[in-house]
């Protein structure tokens, strides 16, 4: 399973980071995601990871203030977000598959292996 947690509420121009550590399998073998889902929006990728943690994948919303990465040791993905807008507001939720690229990932997230459940991210303007 995966276990989503970080989130909270901070002001415009502030920093979270998101934890998601996945517990009965290695993260090694799985590319990574996340996704939020905005109140009256549809789910949508913000930024995925390869597999191996070479290949990383951003929507163009978030390029240049998240960054992705996968701690190996403690099978455990991030989401750093800074310079967070009220517009990032939203449950965020992470996810792993093990047949997806981190590309085809981020646009497709239907029947993934594993999710987990969301945080709340709120920025307040």
């Known amino acids: 399973q995966l276990q989503a947690s970080g989130g909270g509420l901070v002001q415009s121009g502030g920093s979270l980071r998101l934890s998601c550590e996945a517990s009965?399998?290695?993260?090694?073998?799985?590319?990574t995601g996340w996704f939020r889902q905005a109140p009256g929006k549809e789910r949508e990728g913000v930024s995925c990871?390869?597999?191996?943690?070479?290949?990383?994948h951003y929507d163009d919303s978030v390029k240049g203030r998240f960054t992705i990465s996968k701690n190996f040791n403690n099978n455990t993905i991030y989401l750093q977000m800074n310079s967070l807008k009220p517009e990032d507001t939203a449950v965020y939720f992470c996810?792993?598959?093990?047949?997806?690229?981190?590309?085809?990932?981020?646009?497709?997230?239907?029947?993934?292996?594993?999710w987990g459940k969301g945080t709340l991210v709120t920025v307040s303007s």
């Open positions: 996810a792993a598959d093990s047949r997806r690229t981190s590309s085809v990932l981020c646009r497709d997230s239907n029947g993934v292996h594993y």
């Open positions: 009965g399998f290695s993260l090694q073998y799985y590319t």
């Open positions: 990871l390869s597999a191996s943690g070479a290949t990383t």
